[in-house]
């Protein structure tokens, strides 16, 4: 895996720093609280709702399954957008993403269920999980750009994590709204209509985040590369020609950020409030907690990155990702709050540090041609190998060997991010 020369030009005078900032982190806030409105309904609301009635479990792991479609478009996203991402810009293929995935989120609130249509409601559910996917796969990927690309000198990773905070902002507006719901609204009024107001709420966001992206102008790595001629054809034939193996080593970096990710959110909701019986509004505000912890180590990471560089940070991480796999089972099923409580804290402190270096770090070795598509199809090819199925595996686990079984599966996703490392000479050093 190589590092591509990059360059860190002070923002042009139509991009300040704030706008800058405010723009990259915005459409990441936005994705994010898409993301974990439905992964909250995908445990609470949908199983109930777009399956068939009867074993419980089988509708839950059938909307978990619904959930994973997501993660299977998001690398069709990344090789589309990532397209017109390199050949036209980073500034409107952002727009186009964030309206594929907003446009995607409000018509889930506005679904006909299993009752009114029949097998026509989980059809359409994943119609509208697929575009999910799709705009995703497109957003995150400009977001980094957006920022990194602006970057001064010495403070790539600094510029890099906004897009990161994007997603305990994202997952606490999410938590805030189920848990306003869940107090003013009994559960027969939240079944019957209350939970498709955060999917319809989710426009006011979009708008807002159109209303800022408008106002940006294009990077200036972008605009020298369109300048040199740079540009290539088919950006996504030349990544897998000439950057396979970036892509593969970035894929497997990027596995434990995303296996931990979802079993910190997804599983632990589903299996907090199913198996150790914990009430929604309970355990919805544990996890707010913990939360907490995953945005304020966002920042840490960074300044960390830019001072002793991302390779150390992200490997010491990874070992501490792989220590926290055992103490997962006996925190999380300690048969009390504290211990419940510790491990969303830990659990989600250890994302934080993982999760805010990984766009500057999945960038970098990517030249500017091609970085719109080598990032997003290494983020998201990462997105399928470990955050699609890491709520059904791990429920899965769980159920049939005991819950110590998802720390295995945890410090597993953890040694092949390390042994990716390994063989990273130079990432962003």
Known sequence: MTTATVSHPVPASGNSARRILAASMIGTTIEFFDFYIYATAAVIVFPHLFFPAGDETSALLQSLATFAIAFFARPIGAAFFGHFGDRIGRKATLVAALLTMGISTVLIGVLPTFEQIGVLAPLLLALCRLGQGLGLGGEWGGAVLL????????????YGMFPQLGAPVGFFFATTIFLVLAHFMGDEAFMSWGWRIPF??????????????????????????????????????????????????????????????????????SWGTGALKYSREEFLILQMVGVCFFGLFIPVSAVL????????????????????????????????????????????????????????????????????????????LGGIFGASLAPYVATWLATTYGLHTVGYYMILAAVITLLAFGLIRQTSE
């Open 147 to 158: 920022a990194t690309e602006n970057a001064p000198e010495g403070k790539r990773a600094w």
């Open 200 to 269: 319809l709420a989710s426009a006011l966001l979009v708008i807002f985040g159109l209303f800022i992206r408008l106002k940006i102008s294009e990077t200036p790595e972008f605009a020298k590369a369109v300048e040199k001629a740079e540009r290539v054809e088919v950006p996504f034939v030349t990544v897998f020609k000439d950057h396979k193996i970036s892509l593969l080593l970035g894929t497997m970096a990027a596995l434990a950020t995303f296996v931990l990710f979802y079993i910190m959110t997804v599983f632990s909701l």
């Open 305 to 380: 990155a830019d001072k002793f560089g991302m390779r150390r940070v992200m490997v010491g991480v990874s070992i501490s990702i792989a220590i926290f796999g055992l103490l997962l089972g006996p925190l999380f099923d300690s048969g009390n709050v504290a211990g419940v409580l510790g491990f969303l804290c830990i659990g989600f402190a250890l994302m934080g540090m993982t999760y805010g270096p990984l766009g500057t770090a999945l960038a970098a070795p990517f030249p500017t041609a091609v970085r719109y598509t080598g990032a997003s199809l290494t983020f998201n």
